[in-house]
């Protein structure tokens, strides 16, 4: 489980889901050592139809596990985790705006507002006083 409380300091970038590209496989989620990523269902009656992953925004840390495993210096390729590109890196301050476009189904986004939008315009805004 991932430790709680105050941050330290804030990432510069934030892994942010393409709900559109993603499968819901869980590539992601094996290989965060934060345990920030879950898998969203849709609809509870039909396992794994309309499903996804999403990062819990306040937790992650912006080690950029869940895009690519990082290799040795000597090995120029990289590996990545998601099989469909639907993770990438977003600067701190501009994942609010990104995840209310790609978080999800309107419908969902519009519902999940404050957990989703809210938090990461927060983390945004300390960012910006941090300087």
Not at 82 to 95: F, H
Request: aromatic share 6%.
């Amino acid at each position: 489980m991932a430790k709680q409380g105050p941050r330290k300091k804030l990432p510069k970038e934030l892994a942010v889901i393409t709900a559109d590209n993603c499968t819901g496989c869980e590539a992601c989620i094996e290989v965060c050592p934060v345990d920030c990523i879950l898998k969203v269902q849709q609809y509870d009656q039909f396992h794994n139809l309309q499903s996804w992953c999403e990062i819990d925004i306040e937790r992650c840390v912006g080690c950029e596990v869940c895009v690519h495993i990082p290799g040795k210096k000597s090995n120029p390729y990289e590996l990545k985790v998601c099989p469909w590109d639907a993770i990438e890196m977003i600067p701190t301050e501009e994942v609010a705006q990104v995840v209310a476009q790609i978080g999800g189904p309107p419908e969902y986004v519009e519902q999940n507002w404050d957990r989703l939008v809210g938090t990461a315009q927060h983390l945004a805004e300390l960012k910006a006083q941090a300087g």
